[in-house]
Structure formats: structure tokens, C-alpha cells
């Protein structure tokens, strides 16, 4: 009986590297929420002694300022929290399309990188050298510059095609209007998220039992849903040409120029970055790929497209995750060139109520959760890349 309780009481022995790692761990968590306790109450005692209010009660109220662009309905007399929803989908907006952009031209540009061409190669890599060696703030004030100075006014804009103006005041394209168009818009939605489960489904069919072909009944779906919601909508789509009135457009589609010039610039600051990870990506596969290919009858590009892209991709994904979340945080820097972001719009509302504690956590809590979701999304892709060995 005394030696299991003399081993037990070894266990709680001090010596026991266990016992002394929970020990710190507890008083490393006690000094974590004391430090926490004094920070809040240090800050809720100095916002009360200036008679600030705290709280997210300021968010139900009238906002009294106009956003010069929203994707969603928005006016002045709308609230502080609609205004800031509006923000966060312009952020979401240019990040998204940076993206999708900056992934297309990255993936070309780190092609071209490894091209037999002299010429190709020496320009792809000098337009990787220079561009994502000039801070992007300078990115953003030279196109910004370039747009708002050097393009004609709306009553000599450019018109290269028919319905499209191209000016200081940015780029009119003709535009959909009528009540069908949320249905078709809808209905095209609803096809794609169904193509993606079919290619899904269709991927898992070919390995059970063989080969089955998604690709004409997806294309139908593209097409057939789309139509149906035109036609439950009341067929009511028209075109809407912009056409000039006073010194401005009207009608039609609108590309700002601050949504134009950092839109133009995370891209073309961007795509450099995701062009080096493509090309370490290709070059991490092994040589005897190529020759393998090759000695099969394969052509260069065909080797490139069906052998080395799909291994590249093990070796692209995880850094690809950081370029795509330095995207998304790098968008926050719209508030120089004067696009209404998540950042402009809670600077303008923290400066009209004062709540700016509240303010910088709105922005922190929206960043977070965005950049939290990239990640997930990218990990839970990179998960299925990953080679299953038995």
C-alpha cells in the first residue's frame, strides 16, 4: 500500500516536468487576464471620465452620409450598421475580383517565366523584379493619377464600341434593368452551385464505375435555369446604354475610377508575387516528369497542362493562401485613392460618433473573419490535394 501512494505522490512531485508545465501555464493565463482586466477597466474608466458612451447602440442609428458606391441599396438615411455592411461588401467586391485577377495573370506570368523564349522569359522576369519592388501605395497613387488626369472629360470620352465610354469619371458599359433580372441572375446562381455538385459527383461516379461525362448536361443547366428565371420574372430584361446628360453619364453600368485604380494596382502588384510561387511550383517537379511526358508523345504545353500543373499545385496552395489574404488586408488601403471600403466607411462613422473604440473593432473583427475563412477554404482545398498514402 505505501509504494502506489509513494508513486503517486511522485507524480505531484515539483520534479516532474508535467507538473511544473501546468503550474506556469496557470500563472501564465492569470497574467494574461490580469493585464486583460487592467487594460478594459483602464480604458472603460478614461471613456467615462471624457463622458464617452461605449457600447454598439450607435449602429441602429441614422448614419447621415452618402457612400459614392454600394453594391446593395443604400442612402444617408440609412443606419450606421447598414452603412459598414455596404463597406465590408466593397472590400469583399475588390477583394474577390483581385484575386481571381491576380491568380489568372500570376499563373500566365510564372509560365512565362520558364518559357524557351529569351525575350518572354527576361520581360516576365523583369515585370517581377520591378513591380513587387515599389511599395503598393505608389502603385495605387500612379493609376489613380493616370485615370483621373490623363483620360478626356465625359463630354470627350473615349468610345471605342458601341454603349461603352471610357473617361475621368471612369468606364460606362451598357447595363441590364427590369423585373426579370434578379430571377435570371438567380437562376444562372443556382445552376453553377448545381454544375459544381454534378462535376463533384460525376468525379466520384468515374472512379466507382467508370467514365460518365458531366459536361453537356452542366452546360444545359447554365442554360436552361437562367432562361426559366428570365421567364418567371415576366421576360422583362432589357439593355440599358449609358448615354451622356449635363456633364455626366447616366444609365448603364459604372467602373469608378477609385475602383478602377485599386482594383489595377493590388492586381498588378500582386500578380508578381503569385508569379514566383507558380514558377517555384513548376520547378519543384522532379525532371523525370518532363522526359516521362515527353517520351510518352506529349507536347510541352500538354505536358505542362496534364502532368506538372496538377503536382505544382501540392507545392502552389499554401503560399497562394498568404498572397490571397495579403490581398484581401492590402485592400484596406482603398482609403487613399478614395474607395468607400470597410475602412473609410468606419473612419467616417467613428469620427461622426466618437465610438472609436468600437470602430477599430468592427474593422479587426471584419479582417479576422474574412481572412479566417480564405484560410479555411484554402486548407480544406489543400486537404484534398494532398497525396493519401496507405
Not at 92 to 117: D, E, Y
Not at 201 to 208: I, L
Request: glycine content about 10%; some cysteine; hydrophobic content about 50%.
Amino acid at each position: 500500500m505505501s509504494r502506489p501512494a509513494r508513486s503517486a505522490r511522485s507524480r505531484l512531485s515539483w520534479q516532474e516536468p508535467g507538473v511544473r508545465a501546468v503550474v506556469f501555464q496557470c500563472l501564465l493565463l492569470a497574467a494574461v487576464a490580469g493585464v486583460a482586466w487592467f487594460l478594459v477597466s483602464n480604458t472603460l474608466a478614461n471613456l467615462a471620465s471624457r463622458n464617452i458612451t461605449t457600447g454598439f447602440g450607435f449602429l441602429h442609428q441614422e448614419a447621415g452620409f452618402a457612400i459614392g458606391e454600394s453594391l446593395i441599396p443604400y442612402t444617408s438615411a440609412d443606419t450606421y450598421g447598414r452603412a459598414i455592411i455596404v463597406g465590408l461588401i466593397n472590400t469583399l467586391h475588390v477583394s474577390i475580383v483581385c484575386i481571381v485577377a491576380a491568380t489568372v495573370f500570376g499563373t500566365l506570368l510564372g509560365v512565362a517565366r520558364l518559357s524557351r523564349n529569351w525575350l518572354i522569359s527576361r520581360l516576365a522576369g523583369g515585370y517581377v523584379e520591378i513591380m513587387r519592388n515599389i511599395p503598393l501605395l505608389l502603385h495605387l497613387f500612379f493609376w489613380y493619377a493616370i485615370i483621373t488626369e490623363n483620360l478626356p472629360g465625359p463630354r470627350q470620352a473615349l468610345h471605342p464600341l458601341a454603349g461603352v465610354f471610357l473617361s475621368n469619371r471612369g468606364l460606362k458599359l451598357p447595363g441590364l434593368q427590369g423585373g426579370a433580372l434578379d430571377w435570371t441572375v438567380g437562376g444562372f446562381a443556382l445552376a453553377v452551385v448545381l454544375a459544381l455538385l454534378l462535376a463533384h459527383w460525376a468525379r466520384a461516379h468515374r472512379r466507382a464505375r467508370g467514365w460518365f461525362s458531366a459536361g453537356r448536361l452542366a452546360c444545359v443547366l447554365l442554360v436552361a435555369l437562367p432562361l426559366a428565371g428570365w421567364v418567371l420574372g415576366g421576360a422583362s430584361v432589357t439593355l440599358d446604354l449609358p448615354h451622356l446628360r449635363g456633364f455626366n453619364f447616366q444609365g448603364g453600368i459604372t467602373i469608378t475610377p477609385e475602383f478602377a485604380a485599386l482594383s489595377i494596382g493590388l492586381v498588378v502588384y500582386t500578380t508578381a508575387f503569385v508569379a514566383e510561387v507558380v514558377r517555384s511550383g513548376i520547378q519543384s517537379v522532379g525532371r523525370g516528369q518532363w522526359e516521362a511526358a515527353q517520351a510518352l508523345g506529349l507536347s510541352r504545353s500538354r505536358t505542362l497542362r496534364l502532368v506538372i500543373l496538377p503536382q505544382a499545385l501540392r507545392v502552389v496552395v499554401p503560399p497562394m493562401t498568404s498572397q490571397f489574404l495579403n490581398v484581401t488586408k492590402n485592400s484596406s488601403l482603398a482609403i487613399a485613392v478614395g474607395y468607400p471600403d470597410i475602412v473609410s466607411v468606419v473612419n467616417t462613422t467613428l469620427n461622426q460618433t466618437g465610438q472609436a473604440l468600437e470602430g477599430i473593432l468592427i474593422i479587426m473583427a471584419a479582417y479576422l473573419a474574412v481572412s479566417l475563412l480564405i484560410a479555411l477554404f484554402m486548407n480544406w482545398y489543400n486537404r484534398r490535394l494532398a497525396l493519401m498514402e496507405r
